[in-house]
T-cell receptor
Framework: DSGVTQTPKHLITATGQRVTLRCSPR?????VYWYQQSLDQGLQFLIQ???????AKGNILERFSAQQFPDLHSELNLSSLELGDSALYFC?????????????FGSGTRLTVV | QKEVEQDPGPLSVPEGAIVSLNCTYS??????FMWYRQYSRKGPELLMY????GNKEDGRFTAQVDKSSKYISLFIRDSQPSDSATYLC????????????FGTGTQLKVEL
C-alpha cells in the first residue's frame, strides 16, 4: 500500500456521461498530481494541485477538471466522455510542490467508456 | 518525436542475468532522473532517482545518467522472476519542475 488512495478502482460508463475520480494523498503530502495512462501514449501529465491551489497544467482536455479540497483530497471530473477517454487514471502525491525526487502513485482508476 | 524515448520491449532474460534498460531524451534542461517499476494493474513505484550526471547504486539496482549523450540507464544485477514488470524512466526540469515526463516503459520478463 503506497498510502495514496484512489476510488473507485474500476468504472464502466457510457459515452456522453460524467464521472468523478477521487484521490486521497499520502499523509503529510500537500501536492497532488493526476496522470492518464493509455497503451499508446504512456503516462501523460494532466494537472497538479498544491495545498488547494492549481500549480501546473498539462495536456488536460477542457472536458476534464479537477480540484483539491481543504482536507487535501482531490477529485478529477471527466465529462462528455468519449471512447478515447478509456484509460488508467493515476493520482500521485508529494510533500512539496516539486516532482524532482519523484512522487508516490496510487493504484489507479481504470475507466472504460462504452 | 517524443521528449523521452524508451524501447517498449518485451525483454526476456533468464534468472540471474544482468538487465540493462535505457532511455534517451531530447530536452537538455532535464536535471532529475527517475526509474519507476510498474506491475500489471498497479501504480508505478519509485525505484531510484538521480540528479544530473553520474551513477547511483541501491542493492541490485544501478542508475546511470549521461547528460552529454542525453542517455540514462538502469542496470539490474542477479535478476529475479519478481523483477518481471514494466520499467518506466521519468525526468523533470531543474528549478522545481512540477511534472514528470515519462518514457512509455520497457516490459521485462525474467524467466526461471
Amino acid at each position: 500500500d503506497s498510502g495514496v488512495t484512489q476510488t473507485p478502482k474500476h468504472l464502466i460508463t457510457a459515452t456522453g456521461q460524467r464521472v468523478t475520480l477521487r484521490c486521497s494523498p499520502r499523509s503529510g503530502d500537500l501536492s497532488v498530481y493526476w496522470y492518464q495512462q493509455s497503451l499508446d501514449q504512456g503516462l501523460q501529465f494532466l494537472i497538479q494541485y498544491y495545498n488547494g491551489e492549481e500549480r501546473a497544467k498539462g495536456n488536460i482536455l477542457e472536458r476534464f477538471s479537477a480540484q483539491q479540497f481543504p482536507d487535501l483530497h482531490s477529485e478529477l471530473n471527466l465529462s462528455s466522455l468519449e471512447l478515447g477517454d478509456s484509460a488508467l487514471y493515476f493520482c500521485a502525491s508529494s510533500v512539496r510542490g516539486q516532482g524532482n525526487y519523484g512522487y508516490t502513485f496510487g493504484s489507479g482508476t481504470r475507466l472504460t467508456v462504452v | 518525436q517524443k521528449e523521452v524515448e524508451q524501447d517498449p520491449g518485451p525483454l526476456s532474460v533468464p534468472e540471474g542475468a544482468i538487465v540493462s534498460l535505457n532511455c534517451t531524451y531530447s530536452n537538455s534542461a532535464f536535471q532529475y532522473f527517475m526509474w519507476y517499476r510498474q506491475y500489471s494493474r498497479k501504480g508505478p513505484e519509485l525505484l531510484m532517482y538521480t540528479y544530473s550526471s553520474g551513477n547511483k547504486e541501491d542493492g541490485r539496482f544501478t542508475a546511470q545518467v549521461d547528460k552529454s549523450s542525453k542517455y540514462i540507464s538502469l542496470f539490474i544485477r542477479d535478476s529475479q522472476p519478481s523483477d518481471s514488470a514494466t520499467y518506466l524512466c521519468a525526468m523533470s526540469l531543474t528549478g522545481g519542475g512540477n511534472k514528470l515526463t515519462f518514457g512509455t516503459g520497457t516490459q521485462l520478463k525474467v524467466e526461471l
